[in-house]
């Protein structure tokens, strides 16, 4: 059985840029230098995910988890139609 990558080498490798503060509000202000590497805008819609252990978040652009979800639909068709 073949393997489909579903991350290129560039999404595979991490990046922490800094720490932000909570606001009286639930508001928090991503660094600017995570706005620009990451292409964030005022209007852009992010997905907001925990994980199982609720300890932390994770911010995805939506449309980047889109095509992440549209890659691996694709990936499952490959697979089936080799079957």
């Given at each position: 059985?073949r393997?489909?990558?579903?991350?290129?080498?560039?999404?595979?490798?991490g990046?922490?840029?800094?720490?932000?503060?909570?606001?009286?509000?639930?508001?928090?202000?991503?660094?600017?230098?995570?706005?620009?590497?990451?292409?964030?805008?005022p209007g852009?819609?992010?997905l907001v995910?925990a994980?199982?252990?609720?300890?932390?978040i994770?911010?995805?652009k939506?449309?980047?988890?889109?095509?992440?979800?549209?890659?691996?639909?694709?990936?499952?068709?490959?697979?089936?139609?080799?079957?």
């Open positions: 059985m393997s489909v990558s579903l991350l290129s080498e560039d999404q595979q490798a990046k922490i840029y800094g720490t932000v503060k909570v606001g009286d509000r639930g508001q928090v202000v991503i660094p600017s230098s995570a706005r620009k590497d990451l292409n964030i805008k852009d819609l992010l995910m994980g199982r252990n609720k300890r932390g994770a911010m995805v939506a449309d980047a988890m889109r095509e992440f979800a549209d890659r691996i639909i694709h990936g499952l068709e490959e697979i089936n139609e080799e079957k």
